[in-house]
């Protein structure tokens, strides 16, 4: 499937702005079953200086200053994608997760010794006991890894309600677990957190979801946004990703831009400025199939 994306962010200052400085991840990545075939920003007002590069996860950044007084920030990211059904894992065939939560800090193995790191909790999915317990309940003894993931997707999914303006960033996820409500990034960052509680890999994906479903298909929840969802390492499967707002494995209607231990590592923009007073944000993301 090919994919134009449309990502525009408009910041709105109370005062001017006499000079800032931005990162970007607003690049879409190539990973396996998925081709970059460009991608482009437009920013007004221009940068005086910018710069691309690779950040420690590997995702492309863009690193950019703003030196022309504003008090208006227009970002357009677009990108042409082209993104395959990836293979289907037999859940049950991996191993079980307590093998993978005693043996991956043993591994020799680059690609285990590259997962371990997202074993560790970070600032936005912290080890929580009280999360841990709600993720236990899909881990019986012997269980295998990604049975135990499968089944947590849609626990999250059938216990959770999607509804936006009730949480922000910062929401801890013990609060998230507490309401029942929140939007992908909470979901996100509740699984993960809960999953490196039990010791288990698991990363935070940042993306985007097909705007506009196949005729007969429901709307996807999280379209027309940034979307976000969960990958999880079984040694000799890889990372297989589970998005628990719309209880379903990636498929060929994700498309990733990022990814890192949480939100804060693969934020779309980040930055500091100087001035500014109060600002607002408007965000529009288009996700369409080229016919």
Not at 116 to 128: G, I, M, T
Not at 209 to 229: K, N, Q
Not at 280 to 287: G, L, R, T
């Amino acid at each position: 499937m090919n994919y134009t994306i449309s990502h525009r962010t408009t910041f709105e200052y109370t005062q001017q702005v006499s000079i800032s400085h931005h990162l970007l991840h607003l690049g879409a990545r190539a990973v396996p079953y998925q081709r970059v075939q460009s991608n482009a920003l437009l920013i007004e007002p221009a940068p005086a200086v910018q710069n691309q590069g690779i950040d420690y996860f590997g995702n492309p950044t863009h690193h950019l200053t703003i030196q022309d007084t504003h008090n208006k920030l227009t970002i357009l990211a677009t990108m042409s994608i082209n993104v395959e059904m990836p293979p289907y894992v037999d859940a049950n065939a991996t191993p079980a997760w307590e093998d993978v939560r005693d043996t991956l800090p043993d591994s020799k193995d680059p690609e285990c010794l590259e997962a371990l790191e997202f074993c560790f909790p970070s600032s936005l999915a912290p080890v929580s006991d009280v999360v841990g317990a709600y993720v236990q309940q899909s881990f019986w003894p012997g269980r295998p890894i990604l049975s135990g993931t499968e089944d947590l997707m849609q626990r999250i999914f059938t216990d959770f309600k999607y509804e936006g303006g009730v949480t922000d960033i910062s929401t801890p996820i013990e609060t998230v677990l507490e309401t029942k409500t929140g939007v992908c990034q909470d979901f996100a960052h509740l699984m993960i957190g809960g999953l490196r509680t039990l010791g288990l890999p698991a990363r935070y994906i940042s993306g985007y979801i097909r705007t506009a479903p196949p005729e007969g298909e429901e709307r996807l929840v999280g379209a027309d946004a940034s979307h976000a969802w969960v990958s999880v390492y079984a040694p000799g499967f890889g990372w297989t990703d589970f998005d628990p707002t719309n209880n379903k494995r990636r498929t060929e209607d994700h498309i990733t831009l990022a990814w890192g231990r949480d939100y804060s590592d693969v934020s779309p923009i980040n930055g500091l400025i100087v001035g500014g007073g109060e600002h607002e944000i408007e965000v529009e993301v288009d996700v369409r199939p080229e016919t």
